[in-house]
């Protein structure tokens, strides 16, 4: 029988009519409630501490509907919104939350980009002044004209438009770290706020309320210090957020000879997997799109569903992907 187990991913959960920047992509709280029910319904919901017995021993069989969660970025709506529903439910989470945000009340440059694009109705403001950074500094950092960078970027997804897709790119990777990172603190301190701390505070959890989920059952990992492309750095780079992430890790009591890692954006190299290994790292999450088999996937590279990939009600019949977690036999005797 196949070890496979369905891996979802969460981000934003929070009520949302009553967000401040309803432009921000999450899931509503009601809406996160009815997947929880639709899971229940159709999944066995497993540990993480399950997960990786099954990856160290062929004795530890999952169970053949096995779904695991997944809570992206630290968020304080994973506290308050989040935590709850799975304490009434009894299901574990897994939280990955990046050390810089927790630490240094740093707004991680990824969301400082979600909110100026969610101030600003018209991205081609954005995109101008991104322009004119890129055309002031080509000298200096030996860059592409803007124009080119556009070309090379600005490819749609299932998710964002293509100017959407190049502001982020550009801003998240494509230009060097110093100025990239003076461009994104120039935009959110122009579209959204200049106090930082205070956004940063009203964002993320805190050290006392990651502990609090830690004790009560919830399994906390690694999603780096910096939230870097974890791809993009060299291996002392790597070396760096990995130790700098265990570190924050331990001072929250984690197990250490048992933790996963969540890489920001999906993204790794054979460099950073060698790294992980040498650090006991037991599980890998990327963002490939799949339910993930541990006869097929390499365990420090497990791919995941998002939230948005399975339904919003309780009642709903199952979707494909559940089908596929299933078998359509046990699909078709639930509808």
Known sequence: MPNRVTIVMYHFVRVLKNARYPEIKGL???????????IKRHYEPITIEDLIGATRSERRRLPPKAILLTFDDGYIDHFET???????????????????????????????????????????????????????NMTRYGLEGPEVYYEQLANP???????????????QRA???????RIVDKLFA?????????????????????RHIRTSGMHIGSHGYDHYWMNTLDEDGQLREI???????????????????????????????????????????????AIADLALHNVLALPRLDTNDL??????????WTKQALGDRDAGSRK
């Open 28 to 38: 509503d709280s009601a809406d996160f409630v009815e997947q929880i029910e639709y």
């Open 82 to 136: 989040v935590f709850p529903v799975l304490e009434k439910y009894r299901i574990q989470g897994s939280f990955f939350p990046p050390a810089k945000a927790i630490l240094e009340h740093r707004v991680l440059d990824v969301n400082k980009i979600h909110f100026v694009l969610a101030s600003v109705q018209d991205k081609s403001l954005i995109i101008k002044s991104i322009f004119a950074e890129i055309q002031n």
């Open 190 to 210: 122009q579209f959204v706020t200049n106090d930082e701390q205070a956004f940063a505070n009203d964002l993320y959890m805190n050290v006392e309320q990651l």
């Open 311 to 320: 339904p919003r009600s309780r009642s709903a019949p199952p979707n494909d």
């Open 157 to 171: 997804n299932r998710y964002d438009t293509a100017d959407v897709v190049f502001i982020k790119r550009v801003l």
């Open 243 to 289: 130790d700098r992430s265990l570190e924050f890790l331990e001072t929250l009591g984690c197990d250490l000879q048992n933790w996963a890692m969540c890489y920001p954006y999906g993204g790794y190299n054979q460099s950073l997997l060698a790294i992980l290994r040498s650090r006991k790292c037991a599980i890998g999450l990327a963002t490939e799109v």
């Open 175 to 181: 230009l060097p770290e110093e100025l990239r990172g």
